[in-house]
Each structure stands twice: as structure tokens, then as C-alpha cells.
């Protein structure tokens, strides 16, 4: 080979190495059309190359293709080069290959620019795509479209598809790529082709209803069609129209990473200052320090520059750039703009150190089963550990209001260890999810079941306890006069048990002794301990949040007491009766489906209740043997 030859090779070798295109040079070097043109490239580097090797690269990388010949206009500055930085470079690899990519970032940080980028390199290269980018308002899924404008024009004639339609919302390409550029509403997403889905600020629907709508439309399509999902924003509070994004982020901030879902965390002083623009962070030095680490491929470097940086973030005050953001923003904007901090409020019930040391612990569990119990599926279940021999379990069971705002939960607590096995939490009607309430209970060991019985909630305890064919006594009860007949009900919540319940919440996940012996194994329950703030001298979820799950556990730890007076596992009679349960008995009922036996006593109240309840002021002779522990 001659000199120009030679360089010719070394070239497409350099190119393929450096962008870590998957490709080889063999590969590379097939496509080759034997027509060669002199090309320019964004950064002023005229080089000559083959059209078809050009267009291949292109083709098979998005980061070449963005890197070599992307264009951006800025306004009082004009048409320039598009030149990614490392975080953007490190997520452009990853785009082609994950089906959701979700971004947790600082403002302005060029990741909207980057994703029309791409969106238009999908559809520029490859055949059939149906593009759907969903923004806030008309005016910004017109801006989203324009940012793709410069590269349009800017880019060779030899890599341009021919487009057949383009108006400020979307592009038709001749290779049957669309682009469609749309405001947030109950229509959007809704393509019998989509291949892939843009939420752009997607924090910001109007409401969380409207963006689970949207996702609800696009899943089932991008699941036929292999498409995947790009979701985009700044934090937006915890509930409300942020929640879905709050709770994608926290998902996959407490499951780790896969290879089809990925989080991807930009701070603010991963986006190096660029020259002209003013007030500089001044910690460009800092950051190719840790780049030249290749920080993004290796988390526990990442850690220690997060380290590095959080004092300087702390005293925002002494750097002229985060004094800037504040001034212009406000705290709570500064928190959630810039920090990217999903905001709920200085009147959080749990502070940040806690609900840190309860998502650090979440990591540690996995699921034996999801959407399943044994040998049934039920939409919502959990289990991390199946009942163990001789082991006692409690269960709290918090049931759905019936306005379709709220969910049933059900806890399961092993009382021995304090740990949450399992957890449900879902919409269904009252008596379907009495019969769950006693499959679970059934197969925990014939565990002890806490209802809450207000409203519909009754409904629930008499399909448990009252069932005709099928009732379940292992619960809590009390005496209730209605209309001057006396009935069990369960556990009722009022100003003072609500109180006591919630108190007793606190005091577990605050006193470190109690929190020691406790294990939580649900970000379900996680995210409800993070939406729950003080309001009216009382704490309860913030508006458009929900605390069904953390109720339910909180039954589990208020009667915990109760459970643990008595051997290794009980029952309880309708006159207070304790009996003993073992690996026999357990046996025996399997045998005979008998599960009542030993606890099926008379269900007429005794007088003697009467008498302990107004002696001792305890609601049941129930409670009263809990009490003594007889």
C-alpha cells in the first residue's frame, strides 16, 4: 500500500476503535462503493473518503454519526458544531441497545438536544421507524423538531435520506421513518407502529393520570414491535403529575441497572463550562481529572467524585455559577432544577438520613415471586421469603376507600425476625381480595390478620370472618353495636388509635434499637415513607401520593406485641382462646382442608367480655388475654 492508501485503512480502523463502533474493519471495508469525495467534517477536518464505508459508519453508530456530523444552532452565536461531551458520548452507546433509558438530570444539560439528535439518526438510517416524542406543550414539541434542523441541512448529501414531508412537528422520511413531534393528552402514543417513545419532561404532564395513560397506550405496541423508551426530565416533586417519573427513578435507583433498563444520573458539575458562557463553574480541571477514570463505566469512581463535590454544593453560596441557578430559581427550583432532588417538602415526616438508610437496605433482597402466591397470580404480589416451620406471621391489611384513588395493601411480618416477607399491593373488589387476605394468611402458617375495618373494610373482615363456607378466625376483633345487634369488626381507625398506630410508625423507622430489628424489603413502601409529610399536626401522604402499604405495615408493628406473647405459632378463639400450632396440626389440616378445627368455638359474645372491657377499658376479652399473655 501507498502512503494515501495506508492512511485510508488506518482511518476506518481509528474511527471503529475510537467510538467503539460494532463493527470490523473487513465488515467496514465490504460496504465500500469505490466512490470517493472529499468530506468535511464538524470540526473543520476535511478528509477523503469512501461513500459507502462513510455511510455505514454513520449508520452503524449514532455517537459517529452525532460526534462527526451534528450541527446545533445557539442563539447570539449562530449554527456550530455539535461536539458531545463525555456523558453524552457514554449514553450515546447505550441508547441503540437499552429499551428504557431513563434520565435523572440537571437542567440544561444538552440531553433534549441529544435525544432529537438521535431520534434523527433512527430515522435517517434506519427503515420503518415510527418516532413519537411527547413534550409539555405545543410550543416545545416544536422546539424539539427544530433542534434537528441544523444537521439536516448541514449534513452531506450522500447521508441524507430523502425526507417526503416535514413541518414543525414531524418529518416523513422515503424509507418510511416518521417522526412525530406531540403535546402530552389522552391521544398521544397511540401509533400501531411505534418503535420508540420519547418522554420529554415527562415530570411535567399535567397529570399523573395523563402521563400513566400515555405509557399505558405505547407499552403494549413497543412490546410487539421491540421498540424501546427514552424518558426525560427534572424531578417534579414525588406525587402528582411527577409521580410516574419518581417512581421509575426510584425503581431503578433501588434495583440497580440491567442491560434493558438503565438510569442515567447527570449532576450539574458533570457539564463542563463551555468558553463564552458565563458565570463558569470553574471545575472543568476536576472533572477530566475523573473522566480520564472513566468515571460513568465505573460506579464506585462516580461515588467518590459525588463526594468530592458535595461540600461545594452544600455552600452553593461561595460559587458564582450555583449562586446564579439559586438567584434565578428559588430553593425549591434550585433543588429540583439543578440538584435534580425530588423535593417533598421541609415538613417530611422521615428525614433524608432515613429514608437513605431504608433505600440503602433495599438492595439487599430479592423477590422469590412476583405477581404470584404458590400457585396462583395475583397483579401486585410480592414475596421475598416463603413461610418457614414453627415461624409465627402477622398480617395488616389496609383496604381501598372504593373511590379508585387508593389501593388495598396487604404486609406480611414475620414476628420472630421482624421481617417483611411479602406484600400486596392493587385494586380489586371486596370479596375477591377477602379471599386473598385468606389465601395469604393460609399460607404463612395460619397467620394472625389485622384488618382495618372502616368503611369498606368491613366488607372485607365479614368476607374473612363471617364467610359461610370459608371463615378465617385467626384475626384481630372486637365487639361493634349496630342497630342494637353485636357483631365483630376489626381494627377501626379513629383520631386515638390512628394516632397510636402512626406514632408507633415513626418511632420504628427513627429509634435505631427498633430499626435494627426491622427489615424492609419494598420500594413500594420505600416510596410512600418518602411522600409522607406532617399536615394539620398529623402525618398523612401528600396530595396525589399514596400510604396504603406503609398503614398496613404499620398494623403489623402496633400489634407485633401481641403476637409475640404467644408460643410458636396460635390461634384465637371468639372467647380469647389461645391454641398451639404445629407441624401436626399443619399436616392434619392439609390432609383433611379442615383449617379451623382447633380454633371453631361458640361466636356468641359472653357476657364475662362485657365485664373485662368496662374493668380494664379494653375493647374484647381478646384484647384482655393479649394483654396478660395467657
Known sequence: MNKKEREFVSSIKLKITYYGIKTTFEDALSNAMGKFVNVQYNSGRAELIDIGIEYFLCKTSALYFISTYAWIDLPGTGTIPFNPYYIQKETLKLLPFTKKMIYLKTRQCGISTLTALYCLWRGNFKNSENIDIISTKQQKAQAFVSKIDPTMKMMPEFLKTPTTNKNSTGIKWANGSIILSETASDRAGRGDSLSLLILDEAAHYQTDRLTRGIVAAAMPTLARTGGSSVVVSTPNQTAGSGAYYYEQVSMLQINGNTNKEKLIEIDWFEIPDIPGIEPYKNYNEILDKYIKLDYFNHPEIKEKMKKEFEPITENWRDNEWLRKQHEDLGDVLFKQEVLHSFVVGSDQVFSDEILEKVKVQLSDHTLIWENKINDQNITGMLVWDLPKPKHRYIIGVDVSTGTGNDYSSIEVMDVDTYEQVAEFKGKMPTKTFGKLVKKVAKFYNQAFVVIEANSIGEAVFNEVYYHDVDPYDNVYKQKKMKNGISRMTGWETNV?????????????????????????????????????????????????????????????????????????????????????????????????????????????IETEEDKIKETYGVESLADYKWIIGS
Open 496 to 604: 386515638k388509635t390512628r394516632q397510636l398506630m402512626t406514632n408507633n410508625i415513626i418511632d420504628w423507622f427513627n429509634v435505631e434499637d427498633l430499626y435494627d430489628k426491622m427489615t424492609i424489603k419494598s420500594s413500594r413502601l420505600y416510596q410512600e415513607l418518602t411522600t409522607w409529610v406532617w399536615s394539620s399536626n398529623r402525618p398523612d401522604h401528600i396530595r396525589g401520593a399514596h400510604d396504603d402499604t406503609l398503614i398496613a405495615w404499620g398494623l403489623c408493628l402496633y400489634l407485633r406485641n401481641k403476637a409475640d406473647s404467644y408460643g410458636e405459632s396460635f390461634f384465637i378463639g371468639d372467647d380469647g382462646t389461645t391454641f398451639e400450632f404445629t407441624e401436626k396440626d399443619s399436616k392434619e389440616m392439609e390432609d383433611t382442608g379442615d383449617y379451623f378445627g382447633l380454633a371453631m368455638t361458640d361466636r356468641d
